[in-house]
């Protein structure tokens, strides 16, 4: 996804809001990680990575503060 953004300079997966969703998928691809390797650094399941990235409404508040908690600070 980097190199697809790297070609047409600009982020093509961002949707522009400040949306938790949007901000793991553009820290994910700014930073060339894969959710697995996103996961074990938080220390979640992958699963959950997915299931946020498409906006799942069902992710517990505490997990989703963990979550935008490491992004914000790394």
Do not use: P, Q
């Not at 522009?16 to 074990?40: F, P």
Request: proline content about 0%.
């Amino acid at each position: 996804m980097k190199k697809v953004n790297d070609f047409l300079e600009y982020n093509f997966w961002d949707d522009g809001t400040k949306s938790l969703s949007n901000l793991v998928k553009c820290y994910r691809i700014e930073n060339k990680i894969a959710k697995a390797t996103l996961s074990e650094l938080i220390g979640i399941s992958t699963h959950t990575i997915e299931r946020l990235e498409k906006d799942y409404r069902y992710i517990s508040t505490d997990m989703k503060l963990l979550i935008k908690n490491f992004i914000l600070l790394n």
